[in-house]
DNA sequence: ACGACGGCTATACGCGCGTATAGTCTGCTG
DNA sequence: CAGCAGACTATACGCGCGTATAGCCGTCGT
């Protein structure tokens, strides 16, 4: 069953310190807004060190999203290598390893950084969609990839927003009753279609028709927001 | 077909151009990031002027939020007052009115901020959620507010996150092209459930299962990232 | 034993920010 | 015409930031 996994070994450096608090700092109050000092003082050691070990503010940043990926491949190296996938417990586990970035993931795919992290997601995903592709009736007309996109995106648009879904149900979306009340909600989301087939055939033949020659710089319809 | 909306009589003043200046630079470079003295200029003004009309940087703030939520009732009771709710082009023609504001309300989305427009986005999606409902043959565990609200989360992750399914597109997803790719790709995730009702069905046992006493703090699976 | 080295701190610099204040110009009102 | 109000500008203040530099001190190789 793997070992749950902990702070790294040798976790305890000053360098090591100062990332963990600089994630925590860049994720509650924004990568602007967070100053070195802040940092250092979470960190206990004082604001040159900082530079001393990152060199600059932006490097720090980028050695958070390093960290932050590393986190991020290992539990997935971890979750694919376990034979037994339905493991409840396990993936709860690893999930809760991941709880404490998950503030600074949200801000950071926000601003347009943790490119990276964005793709890598989207790749595991179209994994996902990929594998399950063989099995439909008809052909997606879209490349995989781009479909992983868009719901990647949609999916993290949960914990990116979360403050206002937190809001919106009256209990903090971290809390249990909060995810079990999100989990409620996103199953019954995707266990109802939101268009039927006949929806997406009329609405495929409206954008077929629009793609032909248009006026360019002007929308079309659907895709919500 | 109502008029479309232009911009607001006697909208050459000072006081809106610098809150149009002030949308623009929010938008691109968020608020922290974003400079009074770069709002003045952009809008041909003193800085001092920016202080004179709105007071503070923070005010300035507030008075974008309450003029973009003015825009979007008006576009939403025009849309809604329109009987011919098909006319495509005039669909677009609203969707292209908030194209400016779309970097300023995915930034403001995302630092929390613009709730009350979240919970003004909800209030639409759930009047139409809870217009579908009755046509279900299960009933929903679930209130049409809460669904509403996780959906527009999803649904305003594609603004907020554009920049990396831009990236993943190929393409600007402002673009026509851009457009017609993400609308085609939505109209195919839309029409095919993500789950079957066997798979939901075991995941709302699996769910009720974990209602009952289970230690807090821990999460379970489900709802992704 | 001793010097070099690296983790670490103290202190300071300079810049750009939000904010404050005093003053100018214009147009309206009595 | 007098005078006032309000839109607008010029200038400045002070603060907190990121960054830079100089030096302290324990450790380790030789």
């Given at each position: 069953?793997?070992?749950?996994?902990?702070?790294?070994?040798?976790?305890?450096?000053?360098?090591?310190?100062?990332?963990?608090?600089?994630?925590?700092?860049?994720?509650?109050?924004?990568?602007?807004?967070?100053?070195?000092?802040?940092?250092?003082?979470?960190?206990?050691?004082?604001?040159?060190?900082?530079?001393?070990?990152?060199?600059?503010?932006?490097?720090?940043?980028?050695?958070?999203?390093?960290?932050?990926?590393?986190?991020i491949?290992?539990?997935n190296?971890?979750?694919?290598?376990?034979?037994?996938?339905?493991?409840?417990?396990?993936?709860?586990?690893?999930?809760?390893?991941?709880?404490?970035?998950?503030?600074?993931?949200?801000?950071?795919?926000?601003?347009?950084?943790?490119?990276?992290i964005f793709d890598e997601m989207t790749r595991i995903c179209e994994e996902w969609i990929a594998g399950a592709d063989?099995?439909?009736?008809?052909?997606?007309?879209?490349?995989a990839r781009i479909r992983a996109a868009v719901f990647t995106a949609m999916a993290l648009?949960?914990?990116?927003?979360?403050?206002?879904?937190?809001?919106?149900?009256?209990?903090?979306?971290?809390?249990?009753?909060?995810?079990?009340?999100?989990?409620?909600?996103?199953?019954?989301?995707?266990?109802?279609?939101?268009?039927?087939?006949?929806?997406?055939?009329?609405?495929?033949?409206?954008?077929?028709?629009?793609?032909?020659?248009?006026?360019?710089?002007?929308?079309?319809?659907?895709?919500?927001?």
């Open positions: 069953m793997a070992t749950p996994p902990g702070p790294d070994p040798e976790d305890l450096t000053a360098r090591a310190r100062i990332r963990d608090a600089a994630l925590r700092h860049f994720g509650e109050d924004g990568f602007e807004k967070a100053t070195i000092r802040g940092i250092a003082r979470t960190a206990g050691v004082s604001p040159g060190l900082v530079r001393h070990h990152f060199g600059s503010k932006q490097a720090l940043r980028e050695a958070c999203d390093e960290h932050l990926m590393k986190m491949r290992r539990l190296d971890q979750v694919r290598a376990d034979t037994t996938l339905s493991d409840v417990s396990y993936v709860g586990a690893a999930r809760a390893a991941m709880a404490p970035y998950q503030l600074y993931l949200a801000r950071s795919l926000a601003d347009g950084s943790a490119a990276s063989p099995g439909r009736p008809d052909p997606p007309d879209v490349p648009g949960i914990p990116v927003l979360a403050p206002h879904i937190s809001r919106a149900m009256g209990v903090d979306m971290f809390s249990p009753e909060g995810d079990l009340l999100l989990s409620r909600a996103l199953v019954d989301l995707y266990s109802h279609p939101l268009m039927t087939p006949e929806d997406a055939a009329r609405a495929r033949a409206g954008l077929d028709r629009l793609a032909g020659a248009r006026p360019p710089g002007r929308r079309t319809e659907e895709n919500s927001p």
